[in-house]
Every structure is written in structure tokens, then in C-alpha cells.
């Protein structure tokens, strides 16, 4: 069993940066895919970005591709967000996921029925 602490949200003004963490207790973290989804109020939630267990594969959603950047560190158990040039539009809740299943290609690690254990969440808001 795994439990997932999120932490690093805030508000922010357009055009600047936050980074988000997300600290993984329990075992086997090392093996799980990892990623980061989020939701907006009155929207569905929705994938952001995929790494998988080893680090190598990286998956983003269109909407952040090249601007948000996921990496894990297995020795500390934690996934980190980098999000830059942040957008109103990103303004949303949050959430860090963790996947026992094996996901072949990472591409195919976007559905939310794939993720086992989810943190509660933190808010980040971009706002003037």
C-alpha cells in the first residue's frame, strides 16, 4: 500500500513558476507509474504528465508540454512538477497518482482507472 502527500501549490501571477511535490510512503514506489493529474472547479479531472518507473519514459498532456516537466526520484520515494509560464488556465486542484499496473508504453498512462493510490491534492492558482 502506498499513501501520497502532495505539497508546493499557491497562487501565483501569470507567467511565473511553482513546483509541486509528492512524497510516496509504504513500498515498491520504485516499481509504480507515476503522474500528476489535475482539476479545475466545475471541470472533469484531468491527465498532466507520466513517468515511468525508471524515469526514462515522460508523458505530457498537450495543454503543459512545454512548459510543465515531471521527474521522479526513487531513493527519496518523490515525484516532483515543474511548472513554468504558468497560465489562468491552469489553475486547478492538483493530484499526484501512483500505478501499480504495467503500463507497456507510456502514452497509454493517461486513464485515471489505471492508478491505484491518489494524494488529496494542492491547490495551485494563477491569477493577476
Known amino acids: 500500500q502506498v499513501q501520497l502527500v502532495e505539497s508546493g501549490g499557491g497562487w501565483v501571477r501569470p507567467g511565473e513558476f511553482l513546483k509541486l511535490s509528492c512524497a510516496a510512503s509504504?513500498?515498491?514506489?520504485?516499481?509504480?507509474?507515476m503522474a500528476w493529474f489535475r482539476q479545475a472547479p466545475g471541470k472533469e479531472r484531468e491527465f498532466v504528465a507520466a513517468?515511468?518507473?525508471?524515469?526514462?519514459?515522460?508523458y505530457y498532456a498537450d495543454s503543459v508540454k512545454d512548459r510543465f516537466a515531471i521527474s521522479r526520484d526513487n531513493a527519496k520515494n518523490t515525484v516532483l512538477l515543474q511548472m513554468d509560464s504558468l497560465k489562468p488556465e491552469d489553475t486547478a486542484l492538483y493530484y499526484c497518482?501512483?500505478?501499480?499496473?504495467?503500463?507497456?508504453?507510456?502514452?497509454?498512462?493517461?486513464?485515471?482507472?489505471?492508478?491505484?493510490?491518489w494524494g488529496q491534492g494542492t491547490q495551485v492558482t494563477v491569477s493577476s
Open positions: 509504504g513500498r515498491a514506489f520504485s516499481s509504480y507509474t
Open positions: 497518482a501512483a500505478s501499480s499496473a504495467q503500463i507497456p508504453v507510456i502514452t497509454q498512462a493517461t486513464a485515471q482507472n489505471l492508478y491505484n493510490y
Open positions: 513517468v515511468s518507473w525508471s524515469g526514462l519514459s515522460i
